[in-house]
């Protein structure tokens, strides 16, 4: 096992005026001291990978597998991974720095909030942070000795009317079998402040609904209430996730992920 934990459960014993039996009162989760191992998931390395690069494009595959990973150099990011011969991935990775605002963030039937110095969507919308410009990516690729294919990507992105921005650089590791390691580093300039979020955005292939993670669930969690959350591993599909509030805002989400799939 990766991590180890001492679930206690409080239940009632009999029925009460206030609760069936076998009511749960409290619960406490303590960790327990265990062997931390390197991988998550074991990484097969049993393929032959094969790179293909054109001035438009990479493509690495691995045929045993009915592995697929093409990259559009001129946009920078991935278009399609296969695995099994069936579509995994279809957009993405993307650089990403918005969200949809919430009411927190300014109020948005309110025009004059969407320009309030005093208000994020005010502050958010004057740096130009809702529309971003990228320069035409870096793409590297390296075959090694091991048979892994790395793909390098470095991206410029300047905010809306201005020349302040980030720099993205993403790798690929390929290995032989058809996993995909990937390392993100984001650089940001000085004078970009106060962002919505950083992090990624990717399109997965319609009908890949069902889900599993290791984390705090299963209801959603935040990182300002997440005591109420227990660490475990649950299982969900990809629809349970959200959550009709009146006002459309963040839903769904969970805090401590280990990994998901």
């Known amino acids: 096992g990766q991590e180890a934990y ?17 009511h749960q009162v409290a619960w406490e989760q303590f960790l327990v001291a265990s062997r931390q191992t390197a991988e998550i998931f074991p990484v097969e390395k049993d393929g032959q990978l094969s790179l293909d690069e054109s001035a438009d494009a990479v493509t690495v595959t691995d045929p045993g597998h009915g592995f697929k990973f093409t990259m559009d150099k001129k946009e920078g990011r991935i278009t399609e991974i296969m695995y099994n011969n069936r579509p995994v991935i279809t957009a993405g990775p993307r650089f990403n720095i918005w969200r949809a605002p919430l ?14 110095h005093w208000k994020p969507l005010g502050r958010w919308m004057a740096a130009g942070y809702d529309q971003l410009t990228c320069q035409e990516p870096e793409v590297r690729t390296v075959e090694r000795k091991t048979g892994r294919i790395d793909v390098t990507v470095v991206q410029r ?18 290995y032989p079998g058809g996993a995909v390691e990937m390392d993100n580093t ?19 292939a319609p009908g890949l609904e069902q889900l599993a993670w290791l984390g705090r669930g299963p209801q959603e969690n935040y990182p300002d209430r997440k ?35």
């Open 186 to 204: 984001f650089k940001i300039d000085e004078g970009a402040k106060d962002l919505p979020r950083i992090g990624l955005r990717m399109t997965v």
């Open 103 to 116: 009411d927190n963030d300014g109020v948005k039937g309110k025009e004059e909030q969407w320009r309030a």
């Open 157 to 174: 992105f300047t905010c809306r009317g201005r020349k302040t921005g980030f720099t993205h650089r993403h790798l690929y590791k390929i």
């Open 6 to 22: 001492l679930f206690l459960t409080f239940t009632t014993v009999r029925n009460l005026p206030w609760a069936a039996a076998g």
């Open 227 to 261: 005591a109420g959350s227990r660490l475990g591993r649950f299982e969900s599909t990809v629809d349970e996730q959200y959550v009709p509030y009146v006002v459309p805002q963040e839903n769904g989400h969970k805090e401590d992920v280990r990994w998901v799939f």
